[in-house]
Nanobody, 119 residues
Framework: QVQLVESGGGLVQPGGSLRLSCATS????????MGWYRQAPGKQRELVAT???????NYADSVKGRFTISRDNAKNTVNLQMDSLKPEDTAVYYC?????????????WGQGTQVTVSS
């Protein structure tokens, strides 16, 4: 069974920083593309940032220049460094692992971690 274990959410003031981490197995970490998505109350889940197995990154326009996604190969962990946080970043953040297999996309999701940006 694939497990994605998230950590690092919490309450932070506007302008502050948080670091999310997503730990998984070596096999998943090595061959799957990884990413972070978020879902705010009453809204659809949206992409935040992704990183391929080879290290290429992609960001939503709303977080470019403020968030950084990275892979820690020693710990089989994907991190999301979030700086200059805004109230509109408040959401449940989900870790995702995905891969194309025989023409279909295989997705795995973490349980989600709450990020609240408020004064």
């Amino acid at each position: 069974q694939v497990q994605l274990v998230e950590s690092g959410g919490g309450l932070v003031q506007p302008g502050g920083s948080l670091r999310l981490s997503c730990a998984t197995s070596r096999t998943i970490f090595t061959i799957y593309n990884m990413g972070w998505y978020r879902q705010a109350p009453g809204k659809q889940r949206e992409l935040v940032a992704t990183i391929t197995s080879s290290g290429s990154t992609n960001y939503a326009d709303s977080v470019k220049g403020r968030f950084t996604i990275s892979r820690d190969n020693a710990k089989n962990t994907v991190n999301l460094q979030m700086d200059s946080l805004k109230p509109e970043d408040t959401a449940v953040y989900y870790c995702n692992a995905n891969r194309r297999i025989l023409g279909s996309t295989v997705d795995y999701w973490g349980q989600g971690t709450q990020v609240t940006v408020s004064s």
